[in-house]
């Protein structure tokens, strides 16, 4: 399994030496969320910062963005990086579409589709001069030379997509070259849903489910210590509070034999309860998601939970602490010998 860290964007001037000491921890690379700030422009930095460091978008926002322009800013990164680069893509949620990027939102999961391939068939323009998509949603078929990046040299970046329903996974099995699983990931729902949907697709479109990355966030509790693991510990209850108020993901919890639990979130969420909101997530729900180990024991638990599940492993809580964050590294390395 390759490793990377999750992280959201810093300021650009934070961003080089991130980068460099996660190059030097061991870590395979770096997975960029966009929340206030942009995922690309982390990327690009840390591109020149450590070269040689695997570098993705995990997920930029797509919608937002005409499939050209994702493409282009794709394409300059995987130059940037010697084909080191891959695209994430997601379609976010109606709300923060709508009312925050002011775009439309209907029917995300055909559009999205559409989306990976019209973002695939401006790569091919780049390289070829002949652009030709005519989808649902997009149509694109002009470009000269004077508008094209132009060939480079290093394969077309992998395109991947964050899905949680049945419906987004076999759509990812589909168009895509690897899927973004929810942090609310519980094996048993990687079993359930992620593993056959994703086959479904690709065997709907001729491909081999091997062809697909799964690209899973852990959250982890680790130390060891009971005070050491019990900050982590908090940390995980508010993560997986502020995930759990989406209704579309409510089924995760359902299946798992904690039904009802993103409703009383959603309760307390609208009361403006921050701290009811984490109250709700028990030590129950947290054995189910979470990996909680020692420091010497971590890298076997992750091996015993997602070997020939996850093919990256993005750990969701290891950057903070220096000495954390490089012991973090050194379980990288054992998980990627």
Partial sequence: ?????????????????????????????????????????????????????????????????????????????????????RLGLGTQVRTHVVRRYGVEFERPGPRLRDYVRAVKACFAAFRTGKLDHHGEFYNLDFITPQWSAGP???????????????????????????????????????????????????????????????????????GDSDEEREKDRQLVRSSMAFYSSTPNYSFIWDEAGFEGTTARIREKQKAGDFAGMAAQITD?????????????GLAQALTDKYEGIATRLALYNA???????????EVARQLQR
């Fill in 1 to 85: 399994m390759h490793i990377d860290v999750m992280m959201t964007p810093q300021p650009l001037g934070r961003i080089g030496e991130l980068a460099r000491q996660t190059q030097a921890a061991g870590f395979s690379g770096m997975l960029f969320t966009e929340t206030g700030r942009t995922a690309y422009l982390n990327a690009a930095v840390a591109s020149q910062a450590a070269p040689g460091l695997e570098l993705s978008t995990g997920v930029a926002v797509a919608f937002p963005r005409s499939p050209f322009v994702t493409a282009a800013t794709a394409w300059e990164l995987q130059e940037a990086t010697g084909g080191k680069f």
């Fill in 152 to 222: 480079i040299d290093a394969p077309d970046p992998k395109v991947d997509v964050a899905a949680v329903n049945p419906w987004m996974l076999r759509m990812a099995g589909e168009v895509a070259d690897g899927v973004h699983v929810h942090p609310l990931g519980e094996p048993g729902y990687l079993a359930r849903h992620v593993l056959p949907s994703i086959a479904a697709g690709a065997e709907k479109a001729g491909r081999s489910p091997s062809d697909l990355d799964v690209i899973v966030p852990v959250l982890t509790i680790v």
């Fill in 284 to 296: 129950e729900h947290i054995a189910t998601l979470a990996t909680e180990s020692t420091w010497d």
């Fill in 319 to 329: 950057v903070g602490d220096q000495e954390r964050f490089e012991r973090y590294g």
